[in-house]
């Protein structure tokens, strides 16, 4: 059972366009974490989300978490090829135990 | 903080074969994770500890899988009888198990290919 569904799974944009990802799911979670990850290396974290409705800006990046705190979303703003990578979801449902569970990702490619 | 290590970075094995990988954590974090990531997925968990006690396996996990974490500082993840299925990109994680639920910080990860 996948407990984080992402969509879409795979997105080619042009440079300067903005994007939308999104992470959800059934279960409540107590916080939920987005990380990037690039061919041959592991993910790195980009933000932790904690409180139900929570909006955090990191850059051009817009993280939000769902009132309920069962879903996510990763608003890029004027994509740049920089940004190109795998973008997950991950987090520890509260019924789950202490470990933290990953979305399968979104592929992103920003082409110049 | 030289952050998380991981040995080797790539190891190619014949089916059969038992390897071993090692995870040096970040030297303050008393929690360690393993994860396993195939193409087009994200990863899974596999183990964690804390300080030198495996706390937590997946069923992911089956018997020719073993992982360590003697002293509490550096781990190692041993695969015995290696199969085709388990190639995969091999990740090790840590935190303060304080802050376990403010994200992880990962190594590079072993490429384990199986021929």
């Known amino acids: 059972t996948q407990l984080l569904e992402q969509s879409p799974q795979f997105l080619s944009i042009q440079e300067g366009e903005n994007l939308t990802v999104y992470c959800n799911s059934s279960s409540v979670f107590s916080s939920l974490q987005w990380y990037r990850q690039e061919p041959g290396e592991g993910p790195v974290l980009l933000v932790t989300?904690?409180?139900?409705?929570e909006v955090k800006k990191l850059k051009r990046l817009t993280f939000q978490f769902g009132d309920a705190r069962k879903d996510s979303s990763l608003h890029i703003t004027a994509a740049q090829p920089g940004d190109t990578g795998l973008y997950l979801c991950a987090g520890a449902p509260h019924t789950g135990g202490f470990k933290t569970i990953f979305g399968a990702g979104t592929r992103l490619f920003v082409k110049a | 903080d030289t952050g998380v290590s991981q040995n080797p970075r790539h190891k190619i094995t014949k089916r059969g074969q038992n390897v071993t990988f090692r995870c040096d954590p970040i030297s303050e974090h008393n929690r360690l994770y393993w994860y396993r990531q195939t193409l087009g997925q994200g990863p899974e968990f596999l183990t964690y500890f804390q300080n030198e006690a495996q706390l937590e396996k997946s069923r992911l996990l089956s018997d020719r899988f073993s992982a360590e974490r003697p002293k509490g500082s550096f781990s190692t993840l041993e695969i015995q009888r290696t199969e085709q299925g388990d190639s995969a990109m091999y990740l090790c994680?840590?935190?303060?198990?304080?802050?376990?639920?403010?994200?992880?910080?990962f190594g590079s990860g072993t490429r384990l290919t199986v021929v």
């Open positions: 994680a840590s935190s303060r198990r304080d802050r376990s639920n403010y994200g992880y910080t």
């Open positions: 989300v904690v409180t139900g409705g």
